[in-house]
């Protein structure tokens, strides 16, 4: 199983940003996928998560209405859309799915600073 983030960077206040987690070694149109965060001297937290076939979501109340999780079954990938960024949001954010045990990806930093 491999997850591969990528997307990140410097962004100001207000701004976007889209993640992407590329997937592979598994059978992704079947699993649940999710995405978390880590800021600097906090716990990994839950941003957003998505059912296997993309038909439920959810997220931390902390970014509802701001950010979007999708996914592409075709092409091995989930998204997080993020709107409305705020310095708060800075952390590092991995990919996540559990198969048997759980898989993270390397991570994608984002820092959302004027």
């Known amino acids: 199983v491999q997850l591969v983030e990528s997307g990140g960077g410097l962004v100001q206040p207000g701004g976007s940003l889209r993640l992407s987690c590329a997937a592979s070694?598994?059978?992704?149109?079947?699993?649940?996928m999710s995405w978390y965060r880590q800021a600097p001297g906090k716990e990994r937290e839950l941003v957003a998560a998505?059912?296997?076939?993309?038909?439920?979501?959810d997220y931390a109340d902390s970014v509802k209405g701001r950010f979007t999780i999708s996914r592409d079954n075709a092409k091995n990938t989930v998204y997080l859309q993020m709107n409305s960024l705020k310095t708060e949001d800075t952390a590092v954010y991995y990919c996540?799915?559990?198969?048997?045990?759980?898989?993270w990806g390397q991570g994608t930093q984002v820092t959302v600073s004027s």
């Open positions: 996540y799915t559990w198969y048997g045990s759980a898989y």
């Open positions: 998505i059912s296997s076939a993309g038909i439920t979501t």
């Open positions: 070694g598994f059978t992704f149109s079947r699993n649940p």
